[in-house]
């Protein structure tokens, strides 16, 4: 095993080779735990000060099952965008794997401290009391005598559902920031809505960022341990842990990808480091695919697009000279929150709340979107309609005042 005086060793020693590579870290904290908290952690997505919901208890009993039946591993460590930044390590992992993930830990903290997208939206320094204070506001809630547990649940189920229809712009047209102004809610429930807003916002730039933050601590994790003079035996157990985190899934990995364009990267610059803090620090999954996924690594991550034909999945295009580009495209399209349908507000009357489906070529899960439309109903409180297209057909679904729901099948103009 290890004693705690060795990993302050080492990560005294991968601090100071994080300096020397231009990195400007928030102070870094690890704390160690076993895998029943790591799963608690991973649960709240490494705020356990995050406010109580029955969504949280199913993700646990999910992940701890997961995990007990084999089906699915404990995550190598947990970071908080947060200042100082804190990290959770499994205490039962072993030196090598100790050494890997705090250097792994470095290239996030790194990446959380200068990437725009986290310094713009998000003040680390008050993540941690930002998150106990909205709990604490949630069960003051729960307790008030007037209120109660189920009008507070029944609540944020309809808010947690259009969550990700904010943006880091926090514009007036996103859906849960008009809901909120216009309307007509009690005060505890435009402060729920505030809160959700809120801790999404925090959580946004982690979503749009998987692949080019994943890719960067994995690449300094694997430049880092190459300069810490380890023995041949923690040598050979780090490019085994290495090559197991990098390796190609049948999902997408975005420790793979992430890791083989920036390796790319660097070779193309010719190891200026320089130039790649400039990249870490202005990009995004989506422009950091478009501007920095070449052929090269399509071909040799086999990278391919695939459809839904037939009630069968067939590949659309391959990594050729001729389709590269289009299966570049289609990636940036679908990662981070280009995944999640877009919504927008088109008018709205006392009773009836429009909206409006930006077409982006996919068509809407039509269980998903009628659950909700009635969480939407319950905080308008009126009549909602959503135009959008199925098979080509421009469609208007409408969920009435007693949350039935039903399909215009006529065209609207």
């Given at each position: 095993?290890?004693?705690?005086?060795?990993?302050?060793?080492?990560?005294?020693?991968?601090?100071?080779?994080?300096?020397?590579?231009?990195?400007?870290?928030?102070?870094?904290?690890?704390?160690?735990?076993?895998?029943e908290d790591m799963i608690c952690y991973a649960t709240y997505s490494g705020m356990p000060s995050h406010y109580p919901h029955w969504s949280l208890g199913k993700i646990y009993e999910k992940l701890k099952t997961l995990y007990n039946y084999n089906l699915s591993g404990i995550p190598y460590e947990m970071v908080i965008n947060s200042n100082p930044c804190?990290?959770?390590?499994?205490?039962?992992?072993?030196?090598?794997?100790q050494i890997l993930t705090m250097a792994h830990v470095y290239g996030h903290n790194d990446f959380f401290a200068n990437n725009q997208y986290f310094t713009q939206n998000t003040d680390a320094s008050l993540s941690i009391s930002m998150f106990k204070n909205h709990t604490k506001r949630i069960r003051s809630y729960i307790y008030a005598p007037s209120i109660g547990y189920e009008k507070v649940e029944k609540f944020l189920d309809a808010v947690h559902s259009i969550k990700y229809q904010c943006t880091l712009?926090?514009?007036?047209?996103?859906?849960?920031?008009?809901?909120?102004?216009?309307?007509?809610?009690?005060?505890?429930?435009?402060?729920i809505l505030d809160i959700v807003i809120k801790q999404n916002?925090?959580?946004?730039?982690?979503i749009e960022t998987k692949i080019i933050n994943e890719g960067w601590a994995s690449f300094w994790h694997y430049y880092i341990l190459n300069n810490l003079n380890l023995t041949m035996d923690k040598m050979f157990e780090f490019f085994k842990i290495h090559n197991n985190i990098v390796r190609p899934t049948i999902n997408?990995?975005?420790?793979?990808?992430?890791?083989?364009?920036?390796?790319?990267v660097y070779i193309n610059c010719d190891g200026n480091i320089e130039q790649m803090l400039a990249i870490r620090e202005i990009h995004k999954d989506s422009s950091f695919i478009?501007?920095?996924?070449?052929?090269?690594?399509?071909?040799?991550?086999?990278?391919?697009?695939?459809k839904n034909q037939d009630r069968n999945y067939v590949i659309g295009d391959v990594s050729n000279k001729n389709n590269w580009q289009i299966i570049r495209e289609q990636l940036a399209n679908n990662?981070?929150?280009?995944?999640?349908?877009?919504?927008?507000?088109?008018?709205?009357?006392?009773?009836?709340?429009?909206?409006?489906?930006?077409?982006?070529?996919?068509?809407?899960?039509?269980?998903?979107?009628?659950?909700?439309?009635?969480?939407?109903?319950?905080?308008?409180?009126?009549?909602?309609?959503?135009?959008?297209?199925?098979s080509g057909i421009k469609r208007k679904i409408v969920c009435d005042s007693d949350k039935k729901v039903f399909i215009q099948n006529e065209e609207y103009s």
């Open positions: 095993m290890y004693t705690v005086d060795e990993l302050f060793t080492y990560s005294e020693q991968i601090e100071e080779l994080t300096q020397n590579l231009g990195f400007n870290c928030y102070p870094q904290h690890f704390e160690l735990v076993d895998y804190i990290a959770y390590l499994i205490k039962d992992n072993s030196l090598t794997m712009n926090q514009s007036e047209k996103d859906l849960p920031i008009f809901l909120r102004n216009w309307a007509n809610l009690e005060e505890w429930q435009k402060d916002v925090y959580f946004l730039p982690q997408l990995n975005p420790y793979f990808l992430g890791y083989k364009i920036w390796r790319d478009r501007n920095y996924l070449s052929y090269e690594v399509c071909d040799s991550a086999n990278l391919y697009s695939y990662v981070g929150i280009n995944a999640v349908p877009h919504i927008e507000v088109i008018d709205f009357t006392k009773d009836t709340l429009n909206l409006y489906h930006a077409w982006d070529n996919k068509e809407l899960d039509l269980l998903y979107t009628t659950e909700t439309l009635k969480h939407i109903q319950t905080i308008w409180g009126g009549k909602i309609t959503l135009k959008t297209q199925f």
